[in-house]
T-cell receptor, first 112, second 113 residues
Framework: DQQVKQNSPSLSVQEGRISILNCDYT??????FLWYKKYPAEGPTFLIS?????DKNEDGRFTVFLNKSAKHLSLHIVPSQPGDSAVYFC???????????FGPGTSLSVIP | SQTIHQWPATLVQPVGSPLSLECTVE??????LYWYRQAAGRGLQLLFY??????ISSEVPQNLSASRPQDRQFILSSKKLLLSDSGFYLC????????????FGNGTRLTVT
């Protein structure tokens, strides 16, 4: 069931530069999208979300962009910091659908 | 505030032994509850979710089972563990409202030997 894809298993970025993490989905019924961040040996934590009625949502250094026609979203982190090194998961949701699935994740390494 | 407790943090079990992982949530009522597994180098696989007491939806047919005996208690079980059951097990809850983010416990590292 490959409803959610994150085609970059890993990404390495210099501190201070921009990190761009991508997510693609296939189910057009998804209408809300969340990003989670996970450190090793810990549970994921919610980072930022976007509704399908928007194409951009910004929270501090984190911005999520949504292209509904392409079924694609991306998470931008600017400027990247070493503490951002973690695995990032995207998780699409839809109304009245309690099941929550996650993409395979992208491991981000921010190099000092 | 709401908190989620998951235990034990680590567990080493022999093949063929039973399993019981427990998760409890405090500070909220009627949450949606979830069990996920992260195998080594893999993503988060949804195993079970529950929208109410006694209501369990299974996503992956395998030798694991889940139960929700109380509103804020979610238990993951197995009668006989397999080597392939090794992984990082995560319990999560959400508010049950549309689009509510999931809140995860700290996980249980299970090694089946």
């Amino acid at each position: 069931d490959q409803q959610v894809k994150q085609n970059s298993p890993s990404l390495s970025v210099q501190e201070g530069r921009i990190s761009i993490l991508n997510c693609d989905y296939t189910n057009s019924m998804f209408d809300y999208f969340l990003w989670y961040k996970k450190y090793p040996a810990e549970g994921p934590t919610f980072l930022i979300s976007i509704s399908s009625i928007k194409d951009k949502n910004e929270d501090g250094r984190f911005t999520v962009f949504l292209n509904k026609s392409a079924k694609h979203l991306s998470l931008h982190i600017v400027p990247s910091q070493p503490g951002d090194s973690a695995v990032y998961f995207c998780a699409p949701m839809k109304t009245s659908y309690d099941k929550v699935i996650f993409g395979p994740g992208t491991s981000l390494s921010v190099i000092p | 505030s709401q908190t989620i407790h998951q235990w034990p943090a680590t567990l080493v079990q022999p093949v063929g032994s039973p399993l019981s992982l427990e998760c409890t949530v405090e500070g909220t009522s009627n949450p949606n509850l979830y069990w996920y597994r992260q195998a080594a180098g893999r993503g988060l696989q949804l195993l079970f979710y529950s929208v109410g007491i006694g209501q369990i939806s299974s996503e992956v047919p395998q030798n694991l089972s889940a139960s929700r005996p109380q509103d804020r208690q979610f238990i993951l079980s197995s009668k006989k563990l397999l080597l392939s059951d090794s992984g990082f097990y995560l319990c999560a809850w959400s508010g049950g409202r549309p689009y509510s983010p999931l809140h995860f416990g700290n996980g249980t590292r299970l090694t089946v030997t």
